[in-house]
């Protein structure tokens, strides 16, 4: 039975997680945290997620609960995850974390830090239809080559806090890597007299707006035809599943960076 912690306990992924953990058969909670000045610390977890007690403290801090657990799963701040990651390789927990918004500084010391401390899947999206999208936007891309003009656009609720997605990035990412282009390709915004589009780009943009939980759309657009590839996802619990997922299969992994491609068997 693996043994999970819980970061951001008390936030919109932390209690869907939460729920997910307690539908799963070989996974357990042991443990649950939130910031220091959350109105949830000291409240027991089933409290925050509508059911009884179940003698799981949210405590204020991952020191409090590291001991306890074999894996820590955090979707929090980037700057929290960050600093979780630091206090775990101390302690060699694996780790789950599905945060967005890091900088390219700030994810390159969690994988260093993975890499000589405990085992880490890192993924900006966990669901399984996106990890299939990405394989089939890196077949289309290679199909259709430069020969189409291509363009990511995503959608998320009003708070989501950065901007694009850490999923479009990756769908970008994998574009730019199957071309042999560069994130110098990427083009995140236009406004006013812009010219025409130049053939070595990659479009995203970004849409903000009510309580939209997730959508990315890639267009390859060409003379006479476009192809479109869409996911949308209608519920946290498809991240939180894949998260759920995730925490069980690296426990016992060696330290270094794995992803959900690891996690599925899709490599």
Not at 141 to 170: N, Q, Y
Request: proline letters at 3%.
């Amino acid at each position: 039975m693996v043994k999970a912690i819980v970061a951001g306990a008390a936030g919109r992924m932390g209690t869907r997680i939460i729920h997910n953990i307690l539908e799963a058969d070989d996974i357990t909670l042991v443990g649950a945290f939130e910031r220091p000045d959350s109105p949830a610390v000291g409240k027991d977890v089933g409290e925050i997620i509508g059911k009884p007690p179940l003698g799981v403290i949210i405590e204020d801090s991952l020191e409090k609960v590291i001991e306890k657990g074999d894996v820590i799963i955090d979707f929090t701040f980037h700057e929290a995850s960050l600093a979780n990651a630091r206090t775990n390789a101390s302690y060699g927990k694996a780790m789950v974390i599905g945060t967005t918004g890091f900088s390219k500084e700030e994810l390159e010391e969690i994988h260093e830090l993975a890499r000589k401390h405990f085992p880490l899947v890192q993924a900006y999206n966990m669901s399984l239809g996106i990890n299939l999208l990405y394989k089939l936007v890196e077949m289309a891309t290679k199909v259709l080559g430069e020969d189409f003009d291509i363009e990511i656009v995503e959608a998320h609720h009003r708070m989501k806090k950065d901007a694009p997605s850490g999923t479009a990035i990756a769908l970008a990412n994998v574009i730019a890597k199957t071309l042999g282009w560069d994130e110098s390709t990427f083009r995140f915004c236009r406004e006013g007299i812009i010219g025409e589009r130049p053939k070595k780009e990659i479009g995203i943009q970004t849409i903000r707006a009510g309580e939209i939980v997730g959508e990315h759309t890639i267009y390859f657009a060409g003379t006479g035809e476009r192809i479109e590839l869409t996911h949308r996802a209608s519920s946290r619990d498809t991240f939180a599943r894949g998260a759920v997922k995730a925490a069980i299969w690296v426990v016992g992994k060696a330290p270094g960076v794995y992803d959900m491609h690891d996690v599925l068997g899709l490599k």
